[in-house]
């Protein structure tokens, strides 16, 4: 049986692996996915902690996060084909307007 | 028995008489969602949503013993109901200026009446949650759709990028935020505020401090504090101004309402952390935020960027965790209320007129075309500064007072001296009104509605400032309510 620590030790390298990506890339669409690999992160450290401890709570939490990231990629998904259809262009740095 | 009858009987009914304001302010959402298809009257709409919101701040009043309800997920006491009528009133405030703002842009949505009702629910839940669940809920329900809410405007790219740049960052937050809870549930096994206060007492260890420190740096990014503020100025710029007006009043302020709740109630014992972080990120606030509005020629980017330095000084007061602390931050956030709103609100009131660019050009002469707003402006002014009479410095000096009582002496140092750099800037708005001639003679128009609030706003900032004991007790009440409720359930 594989300990729960391997399973934290891999939540938090995707969670950083995912906030690496969202500081470098530069492709609207991959800088979303990242935000969603974050929060997949957290779903494994929560089935993880539950298996520590015997319980399901955590599991519970899981349902939670996966509407939430649902919810929140439908958004973002609708705002970046706004930007797409005004811009034709899903590169960062060629859509930025806003500075200062 | 059925099975419902034998799931009531085993978990038992909440206590669905102190959730009515909720109930009321979700009904009113539906309703507006539906009657939103078929009404064409775009004032009945507007005029339904003040009716629901009046409504659910009149019940709130009518709540006379508290509760925790939900099985544990729902706390209401004088804490939650207090930041909640204030929620509602100010919510209200910001929709009464909203339809004529938006039809003048050209960029009318029924959405708007229904997402601001959706935001304030979440906004409501999390003032009042006792428990990580019903808190993260909360702050997503309120999250996701203020990022809608920012991308609204019609046929402008600006907006678009606005939202996407707060979604992409609000995100990676929520993803902090979520770490945060899984590494203090898998230390402490659960969600309640009281469990985890009682499980950390005295045992904690590396994964609780790297816990607090994620959920140090996600509520961070929420409440806008520097190193991760970001969205805020292109967030703020490009939503439509009524709706930034609600964002950095409303919003901002259910967030620093709920960091006080965790902090006193979840991890007292781990005031050092909290309140190193808590000060660091406040002396971040307010150097940056100060020092960069300096430099904005754009006065809604300018407001944007004060908004974050308020959030310094806001946060502040969290680093003197004591009763005198958690007094000044309630002071100041509710009366941070006044002001933010109230700058938003003469923005967008002008901003309405075509040749209007939030410009600090534009502000040129505006003490002879419209006096009495242009005082409205200055009264603000003065108060962002924090000039005697008005309550901008009765917060300033209450987060002063605490800071010295427990020995901060470097972020008091810090607060003053920003205060005056924050001057020069606010002062140009001044100057620019007061000591130029116009440009021209022509008059902006402006409705009845952006007057009324406006003027109530800043006689508001005026009276509370020169009488601040009512605000003062009310926030003394609350802290107390709050560390009573810290070690009793």
Do not use: C
Request: charged share 10%; net charge positive; no cysteine.
């Amino acid at each position: 049986m594989v300990p729960y620590e391997y399973y934290v030790a891999l939540s938090g390298l995707l969670m950083v692996l995912g906030l690496i990506g969202v500081i470098v890339r530069k492709n609207v669409i991959a800088m979303l996915i990242s935000t969603e690999l974050m929060l997949n992160a957290v779903n494994i450290a929560f089935v993880a902690f539950d298996f520590k401890l015997h319980d399901v709570v955590g599991q519970v939490f899981v349902f939670f996060i996966l509407t939430i990231a649902a919810a929140e990629a439908a958004v973002g998904l609708g705002l970046i084909m706004a930007i797409y259809r005004m811009k034709k262009d899903v590169d960062v740095e060629k859509l930025t307007e806003l500075k200062g | 028995m059925t099975i419902v009858q034998q799931l009531v009987a085993g978990l038992g009914i909440p206590n669905f008489k102190v959730l009515i304001p909720e109930i009321i302010v979700l009904i009113t959402a539906i309703l507006v969602f539906l009657a939103e298809l078929f009404i064409k009257s775009r004032a009945l709409i507007s005029a339904l949503t003040v009716v629901g919101l009046a409504l659910a701040a009149f019940s709130m009043l009518t709540i006379s013993e508290g509760a925790i309800t939900l099985y544990g997920l729902y706390i209401v006491d004088s804490f939650s109901l207090a930041f909640k009528f204030f929620l509602v009133i100010f919510t209200i405030l910001a929709i009464i200026n909203l339809q004529s703002y938006v039809e003048s842009k050209k960029t009318y949505y029924g959405e708007y009446y229904y997402l601001i009702l959706f935001t304030l629910l979440g906004l409501m839940i999390i003032v009042s949650s006792p428990n990580l669940i019903s808190f993260y809920i909360g702050l997503e329900l309120s999250s996701i759709t203020s990022y809608i809410l920012v991308g609204l405007w019609r046929k402008d790219y600006r907006s678009k990028e606005g939202a996407f740049k707060y979604l992409i960052i609000g995100g990676a937050g929520t993803a902090i935020i979520s770490y945060a809870i899984a590494l203090i549930y898998g230390k402490t096994g659960s969600f309640d505020f009281a469990r985890i206060f009682h499980v950390i007492q005295d045992n904690s260890d590396i994964g609780v401090t790297a816990g607090l420190v994620l959920l140090l740096v996600g509520l961070g990014l929420k409440a806008s504090a520097v190193p991760f503020h970001f969205w805020t100025p292109d967030a703020y710029e490009s939503a439509p101004t009524p709706i930034t007006g609600f964002m950095a009043s409303v919003s901002k302020v259910a967030i620093f309402a709920a960091i006080l709740r965790i902090m006193v109630e979840a991890f007292p014992f781990s005031n050092q952390i909290w309140s190193y972080g808590w000060a660091i990120l406040a002396a971040a606030s307010m150097i940056l935020g100060n020092f960069v509005a300096l430099k904005q020629k754009n006065v809604k980017r300018m407001l944007a960027y004060s908004s974050i330095a308020h959030s310094g000084y806001i946060l502040a007061a969290l680093a003197s965790p004591n009763g005198m602390g958690f007094t000044a931050l309630i002071f100041y956030s509710i009366v941070y209320l006044f002001m933010a709103l109230g700058g938003f609100i003469f923005l967008s009131a002008f901003e309405k007129n075509g040749n209007w660019t939030n410009d600090f050009e534009d502000f040129k002469g505006l003490a002879k075309k419209h006096p009495i707003m242009a005082l409205y402006m200055l009264i603000y002014m003065f108060s962002m500064i924090g000039i005697p009479p008005t309550v901008g410095f009765m917060g300033k000096f209450g987060v002063f007072m605490a800071l010295i009582s427990s020995n901060v002496w470097w972020l008091a140092v810090i607060l003053v001296i920003t205060s005056v750099v924050s001057a020069g800037y606010y002062l140009k708005v001044v100057a620019y009104m007061y000591m130029y001639e116009p440009v021209n003679s022509n008059k902006f128009k402006l409705t009845a509605m952006e007057k009324f609030t406006v003027g109530f706003l800043a006689v508001l900032v005026l009276v509370v400032g020169i009488y601040p004991t009512i605000f003062w007790e009310i926030s003394n009440i609350l802290t107390s309510v709050l560390i009573m409720n810290a070690g009793v359930r």
